[in-house]
């Protein structure tokens, strides 16, 4: 069924080291991958997203990687710093559901000064 | 412009009680939806709406309601609340199905 995998679950980084988060999803025909970020008691909100036309996107510290063939994808920040606390979700949409849009468990990211 | 607001901000509810949930938005958006988050688990859609007058089933629809009457609200209804409904219900509107989704603040309820 419709399934976004997503690894790790919390995740702990030194100010200044970079952060991995990905996640996987389950129908091919998925072509939009949103990642949003939630700070504690917060509402989500979009970071950054990323269409299947192109195989990778930046926006200063963040960036996004998209593998179709595999149907894996990625959120990197590089030069953390302890604003970045807060949990992350990734997100793909599934055609073969009417186009519903499917969240990933989240990642608890937290950065130590 | 106010975005995407929710209302009641928090509930407690006993077993079997009911309630509606309502949510604007004021960005004339065609697509709302309704999520439930619990830790763990992400969000969660319960319905969603492709525009006024339509609403269709997510992930999670069991034990809710929606209605969408005007463009700009969507309702949310629990008819019988049960304690596995305690969550953090969070609203959200989108121009698009594959465009950037606006959350409102969420409503924290409780089932007793």
């Known amino acids: 069924g419709e399934n976004v995998e997503q690894h790790p679950s919390t995740l702990s980084v030194q100010e200044g080291d970079s952060a991995v988060i990905k996640c996987t999803y389950s129908?091919?025909?998925?072509?939009?991958f949103p990642w949003y970020k939630q700070e504690l008691g917060k509402r989500p909100q979009l970071i950054i997203d990323?269409?299947?036309?192109?195989g990778e996107k930046k926006d200063q510290r963040i960036a996004v990687t998209l593998n179709k063939t595999a149907k894996h994808f990625s959120l990197h920040i590089t030069e953390t710093q302890p604003e970045d606390s807060a949990v992350y979700f990734c997100?793909?949409?599934?055609?073969?559901?009417?186009?519903?849009?499917?969240f990933g468990q989240g990642t608890e990211l937290s950065v130590k000064p | 412009n106010a975005g995407v607001t929710q209302t009641p901000k928090f509930r407690v509810l006993k077993t079997g009680q009911s309630m509606t949930l309502l949510c604007a938005q004021d960005?004339?958006?065609?697509?709302m939806y309704w999520y439930r988050q619990d830790p763990g688990m992400g969000l969660r859609l319960i319905h969603y709406?492709?525009?006024?007058?339509?609403?269709a089933k997510g992930e999670v629809p069991d034990g809710y309601n929606v209605s969408r009457l005007k463009k700009q609200n969507f309702l949310l209804g629990l008819e019988s609340a049960a304690p596995s409904q305690t969550s953090v219900y969070f609203c959200?509107?989108?121009?698009?199905?594959?465009?950037?989704?606006?959350f409102g603040p969420g409503t924290r309820l409780t089932v007793t």
């Open positions: 959200a509107s989108s121009y698009e199905r594959d465009y950037e989704q606006y």
């Open positions: 129908d091919s025909a998925s072509n939009y």
């Open positions: 990323i269409r299947s036309n192109v």
């Open positions: 997100a793909a949409i599934f055609y073969n559901q009417g186009g519903k849009l499917i």
């Open positions: 960005m004339n958006h065609e697509y």
């Open positions: 709406s492709v525009g006024e007058g339509t609403t």
